[in-house]
């Protein structure tokens, strides 16, 4: 079924409900998908003795709302917009990708701005899932234009050829001498996760908005913000290390290996258990400066809405001269939720 533009397998959703034999389902969804959220929920309604909307934050495949759906007696989840993350999910869960059903807007962005990137003839490509149904199409129009377009097969978390995460590159980071350049298609924030990783020039394509565009002065202005925070959090004593339960966030022992080495240097360190990460109750935890083993991206998009340092744990190595920052930065380590 088309549902706003994306398509949504409802009739698979039917077969799911009837095979798992739910009564009570929690339909999860991004913000981008709310509505059709709702639509779903219609559709399903005779189906169910119970379907529900999680009001709650969907950040990806690793934010599934298992918490929120025991807690209501639910039978699974109908999470809506991202591909399979876990390899086993700790309830019955389905992913409805709602994959964009017209190119039109991705093929239009890419002719227009083929400019940009000019000079480049070998490029890693990779896409959202929301744009993947159209990827041979992006390859023959740049090929088209003298540019050929190189993909990588998937490791996990990635569960297609050409798919990206704004966590999870390493399928074009592995690309990196066979190519002079990466173009990912879906937005900016997808864009920038793999500029970060890479010394290679990154661009990315928003079909929505219509814009073609390279990251290199946005990534330099932004590590350098970082280092900045790195200092700052030398001088803090007393340090937080925050920990979500959300089941693809939740990394445990990388906590408490952190808690060791801050308290080996000295530190005190306090393991903080969240659900969705509350910048506002870290102002008030009295704590200095955190180290966020959660989501990735929390330090990078979520840094400013918090005066106090939000370290990656490979900046949490670099403040605690266990790792080189020009080890660090620009490589696959920096983005690595692990010590």
């Not at 079924?1 to 095979?19: S, T």
């Not at 909307?53 to 969907?58: D, F, K, N, R």
């Not at 979500?244 to 005190?268: T, Y």
């Not at 840094?303 to 990656?312: C, G, M, T, V, Y």
Request: glycine fraction near 10%; charge should be neutral.
């Amino acid at each position: 079924m088309l549902i706003n533009g994306y398509k949504v397998e409802v009739e698979l959703a039917r077969d799911w409900i009837k095979e798992n034999r739910v009564k009570r389902v929690l339909v999860q969804a991004p913000p981008g998908l709310r509505n059709v959220a709702g639509k779903l929920v219609e559709e399903l309604s005779s189906n169910l003795e119970e379907i529900l909307l999680h009001g709650g934050g969907c950040w990806g495949g690793c934010d599934l709302a298992v918490a929120h759906a025991r807690a209501i007696g639910a039978g699974g989840i109908i999470h809506l917009g991202h591909a399979r993350f876990l390899d086993e999910d700790p309830m019955p869960v389905l992913y409805l990708e709602c994959r964009r059903a017209d190119p039109e807007p991705l093929l239009r962005s890419l002719e227009r701005g083929m400019s940009v990137l000019d000079g480049h003839r070998r490029i890693g490509l990779g896409m959202t899932v929301q744009w993947l149904d159209h990827l041979e199409q992006a390859k023959l129009l740049l090929k088209g234009c003298g540019v050929i377009t190189l993909t990588g097969p998937p490791t996990r978390p990635l569960r297609y050829e050409g798919q990206v995460l704004g966590c999870a590159y390493q399928p074009l980071l592995q690309l990196s001498n066979k190519i002079d350049g990466y173009l990912v298609i879906g937005s900016r924030f997808h864009g920038l996760g793999l500029g970060l990783q890479t010394e290679k020039p990154t661009y990315y394509l928003d079909p929505e908005l219509g814009v073609l565009d390279g990251l290199y002065a946005e990534v330099e202005r932004l590590l350098r913000s970082r280092y900045g925070y790195i200092e700052r959090a030398q001088e803090a004593r007393k340090m937080g290390i925050i920990v979500s339960i959300k089941p693809g966030q939740l990394r445990m022992q990388c906590a408490m290996k952190l808690k060791r080495l801050l308290e080996g240097a000295g530190r005190r360190a306090e393991i903080l258990i969240m659900d969705d990460v509350s910048m506002e109750m870290l102002r008030d935890s009295g704590l200095e400066a955190f180290i966020n083993t959660a989501c990735p991206r929390l330090s990078i998009e979520d840094q400013a809405r918090i005066e106090l340092p939000l370290l990656l744990p490979a900046e949490a190595l670099i403040m605690l001269g266990r790792a080189r920052w020009g080890e660090v930065v620009r490589s696959p380590r920096y983005l690595a939720m692990e010590v």
